[in-house]
């Protein structure tokens, strides 16, 4: 089974960066199209950026322009860079497939405050 295990989080400045990381078990992750979900507290999760197995990548507008999201298939790891941080973007992050596997990962916090 596809073990997934995010890390990169923290408290950021408003404006700032961040860079997150999801490491993924198992050898078929190249065949995935992957992507980075984020659920703030009483919110749905939602997903904030996607990339197919060619490198294609798709972004709501919420974070288009400020996110960007990358995989090197030969670490089985995919990344987001965060910039121009929001206080919006505060939530718990997560990695997953397109569509998404039944379970997830522990996620990683993202707080975003002055």
């Known amino acids: 089974q596809v073990q997934l295990v995010e890390s990169g989080g923290g408290l950021g400045q408003p404006g700032g960066s961040l860079r997150l990381s999801c490491a993924a078990s198992?050898?078929?992750?190249?065949?995935?199209?992957m992507g980075w979900y984020r659920q703030a507290p009483g919110n749905y999760r939602e997903l904030v950026a996607s990339i197919t197995r060619n490198g294609n990548t798709n972004y709501p507008d919420s974070v288009k322009g400020r996110f960007t999201i990358s995989r090197d298939n030969t670490k089985n790891t995919v990344y987001l860079q965060m910039n121009s941080l929001k206080p919006d973007d505060t939530a718990v992050y997560y990695c997953n497939r397109l569509p998404p596997w039944d379970f997830w990962g522990q996620g990683t916090q993202v707080t975003v405050s002055s």
């Open positions: 198992g050898g078929i992750f190249r065949f995935f199209t």
